[in-house]
């Protein structure tokens, strides 16, 4: 399984926002192959995940089921809407 490094990362960061601040519209169009690849790169850094960001359609690994269940025991367990988006993260982040 191979995943996206820091650069790759930016890169489609770039791609999804406007004016530093993530655009949920320009999420939509990601792949769902680019989508699962930056959620695992969140994930393997351990930083929460908009929960518009997670595939909702196969992508190379996981479907949307199989990625919140991966999710769910990676420790991403709990959900919480913040002011403009929903996150999936650890008890240890604290969304405000």
Same mark, same amino acid.
């Given at each position: 399984?191979? /995943?996206?490094?820091?650069?790759?990362?930016?890169?489609?960061?770039?791609?999804?926002?406007?004016? =530093?601040?993530?655009?949920?519209?320009?999420? !939509?169009?990601?792949?769902?192959? +680019?989508? +699962?690849?930056? @959620?695992?790169?969140? @994930?393997?850094?351990?930083? *929460?995940? @908009?929960?518009?960001?997670? *595939? /909702?359609? *196969?992508?190379?690994?996981?479907?949307?089921?199989?990625?919140?269940?991966?999710?769910?025991?990676? !420790?991403? /367990?709990?959900?919480?809407? !913040? =002011?403009?988006?929903?996150?999936?993260?650890?008890?240890?982040?604290?969304? =405000?």
């Amino acid at each position: 399984m191979t /995943t996206l490094n820091k650069r790759q990362f930016a890169a489609l960061l770039k791609r999804i926002t406007t004016k =530093k601040m993530l655009n949920t519209h320009l999420i !939509g169009l990601l792949t769902n192959v +680019e989508r +699962e690849e930056m @959620v695992l790169h969140i @994930v393997r850094n351990r930083g *929460p995940v @908009v929960k518009e960001l997670i *595939p /909702t359609l *196969p992508g190379r690994y996981f479907g949307y089921e199989n990625m919140r269940a991966w999710m769910f025991g990676m !420790g991403y /367990t709990t959900e919480t809407k !913040g =002011k403009l988006f929903t996150f999936v993260h650890t008890a240890a982040h604290r969304i =405000k």
